[in-house]
Nanobody, 125 residues
């Protein structure tokens, strides 16, 4: 079992930066892929970024590529999403997620079974 808790959301002006963190509990964190997804009001949940269990491989949605960076610290059981050059359309609830199985990763939400409660990111234009 993996439990996840996000933090770091808030209100920021367009062009600004925010850093989201996800703290994970569970002995198998270091062997699971981790992802960030987001859901804006009235829209479906969408993929933002993912990282595999050993960090070299990362995945990004085209809409955030070059602006967001995902990283993880397996020693601290944390995953971070650094968000720069934020745009109004980045406004959403951001969710941290861990894969259902160990040694899996990727952009598909169906690979993820463990989800945090979400943290609100609001970008003012």
């Amino acid at each position: 079992q993996v439990q996840l808790a996000e933090s770091g959301g808030g209100l920021v002006q367009a062009g600004g930066s925010l850093r989201l963190s996800c703290a994970a509990s569970g002995r198998t964190f270091s062997s699971r892929g981790m992802g960030w997804f987001r859901q804006a009001p009235g829209k479906e949940r969408e993929f933002v970024a993912a990282i595999n269990w050993s960090s070299p491989t990362t995945y990004y949605a085209d809409s955030v590529k070059g602006r967001f960076t995902i990283s993880r610290d397996n020693a601290k059981n944390t995953v971070t999403l650094q968000m720069n050059s934020l745009k109004f359309e980045d406004t959403a609830v951001y969710y941290c997620a861990a894969t259902r199985f160990e040694y899996e990763s990727g952009a598909s939400a169906t690979r993820y079974s463990y989800w945090g409660q979400g943290t609100q990111v609001t970008v003012s234009s």
